[in-house]
């Protein structure tokens, strides 16, 4: 359970950069650098679309595959807040857990 900070602000889940979803995914099972991580959760905000209108929480889950950071115990994170970046990304791979530490 973490609170998340998020720089992808056209995430549906992103409500001033904080995150609203429930529990997210982070992808990188054989990552060594924060920046081959990804937020699987993310959804492009389309025009049109109506964004979350929850409030960010400050005890999402946080399922991790990224089993080399040193906060990952049992593909789960271990961290008390995360950082995600990816500003103007149109697909998770383009997001990342910049608070990745190998
Ligand atoms: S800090 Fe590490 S364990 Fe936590 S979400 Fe980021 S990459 Fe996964």
């Known amino acids: 359970m ?6 992808v602000t ?7 950069q ?3 979803a429930p529990s997210i995914e982070v992808d990188g099972k054989k990552a060594e650098k924060s920046r081959l991580t990804s ?3 993310f959804i492009e905000q389309k025009p049109g679309i109506r964004s979350s ?4 929480k400050s005890d999402t889950e ?3 595959e990224a089993v080399k950071c040193i906060y990952n115990k049992s593909e789960h994170c271990n961290a008390s807040d995360i950082l995600v970046n990816g500003r103007n990304a ?4 383009e997001t990342c857990c ?3 530490r190998d």
């Open 2 to 7: 973490a609170q998340i900070n998020c720089t």
């Open 10 to 16: 056209n995430c549906y889940f992103n409500n001033r």
């Open 18 to 20: 904080g995150c609203t």
């Open 39 to 41: 937020c699987n959760t």
């Open 53 to 56: 209108v929850s409030e960010p």
């Open 62 to 64: 946080i399922k991790c």
């Open 90 to 93: 149109s697909v998770p791979e």
């Open 98 to 100: 910049s608070t990745f």
